[in-house]
């Protein structure tokens, strides 16, 4: 019996001593540099930064593909559209939404520009797609710039930030 009181009271030790006796680790964040301008009154810099947001006629340049927007205005020099995304379901079987956060962007129509329509230019043929599902019914500028309305459109730019390619999407 004296041997585990013994022992108990050995092993309690160890641990008070092995936990007072380990040095606490030092902090591990990097400290912050002291601001180098003195004429400028003193910010709070852990308040967060709000970025910068781009002007609506702020078009980016380089190649892309904007796979789903939303046309607001085309005329026979430009388009304006926001980005959006298709919706399934519901009453219309499907709705293209502008996607949260995204802005109109406007870009001009390229001079060797195509177009293309499901349904609606040349003779009818019924409903005609690509592989991707938009229309791939060649159309003439005066047609597609002649259409009440766009559904889903596709656009694609070109290395200028120009439109060389546009082609709506089947809605039932």
């Known amino acids: 019996m004296k041997f585990i009181k013994g022992s ?12 007072c006796g ?5 902090p591990t964040s990097t400290p ?10 003193a910010s709070d810099s852990s308040a967060p930064k709000t970025p910068e947001k781009k002007p609506v006629d702020d078009k980016p340049k380089g190649a892309r593909t904007v796979d789903v927007a939303m046309i607001s205005s085309i005329d026979d020099g430009k388009v304006t559209w926001i980005t959006g995304k298709i919706v399934s379901g519901g009453p219309d079987n499907g709705v293209v939404q502008p996607i949260e956060g995204t802005q109109h962007e ?3 129509l390229a001079p060797d520009v195509k ?6 230019c040349g003779e009818p043929k019924g409903v005609t797609l690509d592989a991707e599902g938009v229309g791939a019914l060649a159309c ?3 047609e597609y710039l002649g259409m ?4 889903g459109t596709k656009i694609v730019l070109n290395e200028q930030g120009e439109i060389v390619m546009l082609a709506d999407r ?3």
């Open 8 to 19: 108990l009271l050995l092993v309690g030790a160890v641990l008070v001593l092995s936990a």
């Open 22 to 26: 380990t040095p606490k680790a030092a």
């Open 32 to 41: 912050k540099p002291a601001p180098t301008s003195s004429s400028s009154p």
């Open 106 to 108: 406007t870009a001009e």
């Open 115 to 120: 177009f293309y329509h499901p349904l609606e």
């Open 140 to 142: 003439t500028r005066a």
């Open 148 to 151: 009440a309305s766009h559904y």
């Open 170 to 172: 089947h809605h039932p």
